[in-house]
């Protein structure tokens, strides 16, 4: 038999209705079992907790150790001794400030030593050359 004569055969017969007891018992048995799952499944949404949950519960022992780092960086910047708003102010002050104070100290020091001359670095020696290494050429024709 071949396929195209199978498929006329199928056209020709008709079709008997579901009986409507099976229809039922079907239907019956499908919505009891979605409802089983349903109630199997925990809720996707809970209030207050859902948050929390999705950001800390993948890897909470990471979490835990990194906040005992970050107490520990706290409590290591609040027990350090004196002040060190000194060091930070001088950390973050412009380099030219910086310079000054470096310059006005050797002043200082060369006055303690008894120096009488004092040379200051920013004076050069002679002037400025061509940083080029390549010496200018004369073509004559």
């Known amino acids: ?79 350090e001794g004196g002040d060190s708003r000194a060091a930070t102010d001088l950390a973050f002050a412009p380099a030219a400030q910086v310079l000054a104070a470096i310059k006005e100290q050797h002043l200082v020091l060369a006055e303690l030593l008894g120096e009488l001359e004092y040379r200051d670095a920013d004076v050069p020696k002679t002037a400025p050359r061509p940083r080029s290494e390549r010496r200018p050429t004369l073509l004559i024709a």
């Open 1 to 79: 038999m071949k396929a195209d004569d199978f498929e006329k055969q199928l056209e020709r017969q008709s079709f008997r209705p579901i009986p409507g007891a099976w229809r039922d018992e079907i239907l019956g048995a499908a919505n009891s079992a979605a409802r089983a799952e349903r109630d199997a499944r925990p809720s996707i949404v809970e209030p207050r907790t859902s948050l929390f949950k999705s950001l800390f519960w993948p890897h909470p022992k990471a979490w835990a150790t990194l906040a005992a780092v970050w107490v520990a960086i706290f409590a290591l910047r609040f027990s």
